[in-house]
């Protein structure tokens, strides 16, 4: 960013919450159905039809907000936010206006500047501020692609119509595209952690917007603020926030001004471009909506939902790190996914060596997972077969070489060291590659075998 410059940005995030229902009808909430086949009065905006709200939505509007430092209010209101659309039949969205679901949110991520490559360079905390999180839900669709004359006629598709939402808005804290971008990762890391939504921008089930000023460094009011949209990615949304913030700059040292408006962000060209000013902002005229009590929530409602919720993915990096001794990079590699983490805390409870079962499973096990396009929990070594592993090579019956072509195998084939490792000599590892190299697929098939026979029996067991 130029000197004497500094950027004020604030984000609003929007998040489909994990439900099987939408939020006040009992359609089924799924993609890629027959459009407006998952539609009933409610969701289709009928007159006279009444909304019912899904508990399940309070449920896990309640996780996110616990997962997100918010504190769940003891009632909120439900309110209409009036204006028309084609994919809005009713005429308004129902919404929370002044009295949201969640407020007073203090939320501590981990940060860093970035080189001219992206690679992070000092990771620190830093608080953010969240106003609120209220709860919505959310529109239908217009969709104009691979469908006929589209100069003439928007469609309709109301299936995602009453899907739910929480929309999680900031104070304006960010001060560089960097900040939003850990942001937008840790809101998105801590939801699917939680179980609250699948956070998945590709999908759209988390869609996000930044608003966007520049001010003098030492200025304390704000100047006009750009609304940027169109943001389907993380990445993307980082490079239009700093394209932002050089555009602004720029217009206000050229004696241009910036004008307060809703800019969209175009992939193609790398740039943003004006979607609407200031002037055709709505005036939504929000009252509390007539047909849904006031949602009352009590704190023991609130403790049951804490303690049924996981241990939360920063306070486990911080034990990983205080009980077990790992480097903060370490631990928190290992919580990128509640899988993982509890894979590493298996393989280290039984090996108690906490260290050596991290250092194998960012390294070795992750290169094998890595290759072969699978996941942790598609994984063919078992925490309990690495487990063994290790203790072999720390009882110094082999050595990390041949521990190391001893997982590559067991990884291949599913089988446990046991069986896979004894006495190794030179020759039997020379003797083995050509085996795995030729019969792989077959050793592969086997593996998964056992890998299914081993989920079934754990289903009737659990
Ligand atoms: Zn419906």
Redesign the pocket.
């Known amino acids: 960013m130029k000197d004497g410059w500094e950027a004020v940005i604030g984000m609003e995030i929007h998040t489909q919450l994990a439900t099987a229902s939408?939020i006040?009808?009992?359609?089924p909430v799924k993609t890629g159905g027959e459009p407006n086949s998952?539609?009933?009065?409610?969701?289709?905006g009928l007159p006279g039809a009444l909304p019912v709200l899904n508990k399940r939505v309070v449920e896990l509007g309640a996780r996110a907000a616990l997962s997100l430092g918010l504190e769940i209010q003891e009632t909120s209101v439900f309110a209409r936010k009036n204006y028309f659309y084609p994919d809005l039949p009713k005429g308004y969205q129902i919404s929370q206006y002044d009295r949201p679901f969640s407020a007073n949110g203090e939320l501590s991520i981990m940060t860093a500047d970035r080189d001219e490559h992206g690679r992070a360079l000092e990771w620190r905390p830093m608080k953010i501020r969240i106003e609120r999180m209220h709860l919505e839900e959310d529109a239908g669709k217009n969709v104009h692609e691979g469908l006929p004359e589209t100069d003439k006629y928007s469609y309709v598709d109301l299936n995602r119509?009453?899907t739910p939402l929480g929309e999680i808005v900031t104070h304006p804290d960010f001060r560089t595209s960097w900040q939003a971008f850990d942001y937008v990762n840790h809101v998105r890391h801590a939801l699917r952690w939680v179980g609250a939504s699948d956070a998945d921008m590709e999908k759209g089930n988390l869609r996000c917007e930044a608003n966007v000023s520049v001010r003098k460094v030492g200025e304390e009011k704000f100047r006009n603020k750009v609304e940027l949209k169109n943001l389907n990615s993380v990445r993307f949304m980082q490079k239009a926030i700093e394209f932002e913030i050089e555009r602004q700059i720029a217009a206000h040292e050229s004696g241009e001004g910036v004008s307060q408006e809703t800019r969209l962000w175009d992939e193609k060209k790398d740039c943003t471009r004006v979607m609407r000013s200031k002037e055709d902002a709505h005036d939504y005229r929000y009252f509390p909506e007539p047909d849904l009590q006031p949602l009352a929530v009590t704190s023991e409602f609130i403790e049951k939902v804490r303690r049924e919720m996981p241990e939360l993915p920063d306070a486990m990096r911080d034990r990983f790190a205080d009980v077990y001794g790992l480097s903060f990079n370490d631990a928190s590699q290992l919580v990128a996914s509640r899988d993982l983490a509890e894979y590493f805390e298996t393989t280290a409870r039984i090996t108690a060596n906490p260290k050596m079962s991290a250092n194998w499973i960012l390294g070795e096990l992750t290169r094998e997972l890595n290759n072969s396009s699978r996941s942790i929990a598609q994984s063919l070594v078992s925490p309990e077969d690495l487990a063994e592993l290790l203790t072999t090579v720390e009882q110094g019956k082999i050595n990390n070489n041949q521990a190391k072509e001893v997982l590559s195998e067991m990884f291949a084939t599913g089988n446990a060291a046991a069986t896979v490792s004894g006495p190794i000599s030179p020759m039997q590892t020379l003797w083995r590659m050509p085996v795995s190299a030729h019969g792989i697929s077959s050793l592969r098939q086997q593996g998964t075998q056992r890998r299914s026979r081993r989920t079934s029996t754990k289903r009737t067991c659990g």
């Open positions: 939408k006040f009808c009992g359609c998952n539609t009933c009065p409610v969701c289709l119509a009453g």
